[in-house]
């Protein structure tokens, strides 16, 4: 038979992940003053040892045994090749996916979050709070909290909260609380729900009441956790990159193109950042973060200085945004609605050493549909942004006669989003356009900060 999976063993786990910031030049983080942050400004939200993740220059930074222990719960996660699929398109491409689907919380988010929890439990912290958006961050962070035995807060964005009831319980069977974001219990939720009770809510005014909950806490002992764009979320995801690499070369592969849907930018980086170390090399290769038309904020947003969140608690980070201040349509890839991107993932793109793509909301469920029919699997919303860029890249392989290698990133499985599936079936999702006046409007509060610089690494 043809090789469909190709495994590795626990002992194969890759012992180090890889920190991208020891190949690229970056812009710093800038404080309320405008001056670069010190790792001390980020004291009352995260633990030391975690902003010294956030900071490190180190190429290769080892994974502790605690982590790797938990992480084997399901990892090293298979990577497949997606025959079936090709035979559909009819396509020369081998179209392989990294199946991230296989963790408890069924996405590539406890990666971090594993890491995360047991570094704040070294640090002496003994509850952790955070926002979700589709609740696969909240969910994550959740299971992690509960292998460390912390306590876990979760505010999640209203419209998932309506929309996504399972992740709800997910969290609460893994001991943790979870509220519909804006809330009442914050300054910030209070102040959005005065100007707009019925709001749906978004990834930035969800932070903002999270770490407001972190930083008031008078015992100390909360902090806060973030689940995508900081430098230290993009470091632990490298482990998915790393096994690919290992898979790959186990049967004499390696990708021409990588591909992952990006919302704030983890899951891509996870895969892409180990291909990303071989393109600042030398090597010749594309590497596609992929995000939703509705949601342009690598496709149609500039590179500025932007807060991470509505009410402009984070430092000013450098990235391309849509500004903290904009509120994305309800579409239902809800993982895939924030108005930044990583600062690791835009300065690349910045660059040029990434191409960014942006895809419609039907053609992501017409490419979920093609999967589920082919290699039956049912994969998240987010995940099939990356699988219609897939798709599109197949089709030109096919047109242009060529054997191109695709690896994408399947950051999440569909199951607890089939009420998006239904939509979809029933003819009640829609393509969701964006006009220019709309995002025109959304970046001018862009005008006030510094600009970064352009810069070079390679
Ligand atoms: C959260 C999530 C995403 C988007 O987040 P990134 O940080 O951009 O990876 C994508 N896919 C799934 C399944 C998710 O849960």
């Known amino acids: 038979m043809k090789t469909k999976k190709v495994y590795l063993t626990e002992d194969e786990m ?11 030049k970056m812009n710093p983080p800038l404080g309320p003053d405008g001056n670069p942050l010190s790792p001390d400004d980020l004291a009352p939200v995260f633990p030391m040892n975690l902003i ?9 930074i080892d994974i502790p045994e605690e982590v790797l222990s938990v992480l084997s719960i399901w990892r090293p996660s298979p990577l497949i090749r997606a025959y079936s699929l090709e035979a559909a398109l009819d396509t020369p491409a081998r179209i392989y996916y990294k199946y991230e689907g296989v963790s408890p919380p069924g996405s590539h988010k406890p990666n971090t979050a594993v890491a995360q929890a047991y570094y704040n439990k070294a640090f002496g912290i003994k509850k952790l709070t955070t926002e979700t958006g589709a609740g696969q ?3 994550a962070l959740a299971f992690a909290c509960s292998q460390f035995g912390l306590e876990c807060k979760v505010f999640m964005v209203r419209i998932s909260f309506d929309q996504k009831p399972y992740r709800k319980s997910m969290m609460g069977t ?11 219990e914050t300054q910030a939720g209070r102040g959005v729900l005065e100007n707009d009770p019925d709001t749906p809510g978004s990834l930035g005014i969800a932070i903002s009441e999270a770490i407001e909950a972190a930083v008031t806490d008078p015992s100390g002992e909360t902090r806060y956790s973030l689940g995508s ?8 995801q490298t482990i998915i990159g790393l096994e690919a690499k290992k898979q790959m070369e186990k049967i004499g592969e390696y990708p021409d193109i990588v591909i992952g849907c990006a919302g704030g930018g983890s899951n891509f980086a996870g895969l892409a950042f180990p291909y990303v170390l071989d393109k600042i090399n030398g090597k010749d290769i594309a590497i596609y973060p992929v995000e939703p038309e509705a949601c342009p904020t690598l496709t149609r947003a500039p590179f500025a200085y932007d807060h991470g969140d509505y009410a402009c608690m984070t430092p000013l980070l450098p990235m391309y945004s849509l500004g903290h201040t904009f509120v994305p349509p309800p579409l239902h890839a809800g993982g895939l609605r924030y108005h930044g991107m990583a600062p690791t993932v835009s300065q690349l793109l910045s660059e040029g050493i990434l191409e960014a793509k942006a895809v419609n909301q039907l053609s992501t469920y017409k490419a979920g549909m093609l999967l589920a029919k082919t290699e039956g699997v049912i994969p998240a919303p987010e995940t099939n942004h990356a699988l ?24 999440g499985h569909g199951l607890i989003d089939l009420q998006a599936y239904d939509k979809y079936l029933s003819g009640q999702l829609e393509n969701i356009a964006l006009k220019e006046d709309t995002i025109e409007e959304s970046q001018k509060v862009l005008d006030q900060y510094p600009k970064p610089e352009l810069l070079k690494s390679t």
């Open 229 to 236: 764009v900081l430098n230290h979320v993009m470091l632990h």
């Open 137 to 139: 961050w909240g969910s």
């Open 14 to 24: 890759p012992r180090q992940w890889y920190n991208v910031l020891a190949d690229i």
């Open 52 to 60: 010294e993740q956030e900071v490190s220059t180190e190429r290769w």
């Open 388 to 411: 219609a860029c897939v798709i599109d890249e197949a089709k030109k392989a096919k047109e242009e006669g060529k054997e191109k290698v695709i690896l994408f990133n399947y950051s």
């Open 174 to 184: 893994w001991g943790a609380t979870c509220i519909a974001s804006p809330s009442t």
